[in-house]
């Protein structure tokens, strides 16, 4: 799951937060970057729920190899 923030000890807490509940916390930076993950957010629960899926949907990020 995602965070962001420009306060490094919120980020800290976000991120464990995150953890505790069973997701793995990504820091995608400044707080600038909210901006980004909204509309991805978004889209998320456009095809969990326009889908007919409900919340069974879910994203990952993986990091490729060379």
Do not use: N, T
């Amino acid at each position: 799951m995602m965070y962001c923030g420009d306060d490094s000890k919120s980020k800290e807490i976000a991120a464990q937060l995150i953890g505790d509940i069973g997701f793995d916390p990504l820091d995608i930076g400044a707080l600038r970057m909210a901006r980004y993950a909204e509309p991805f957010s978004m889209i998320i629960a456009q095809i969990a729920y326009s889908g007919g899926k409900g919340p069974r949907v879910a994203y990952r990020f993986e990091w490729m190899g060379k």
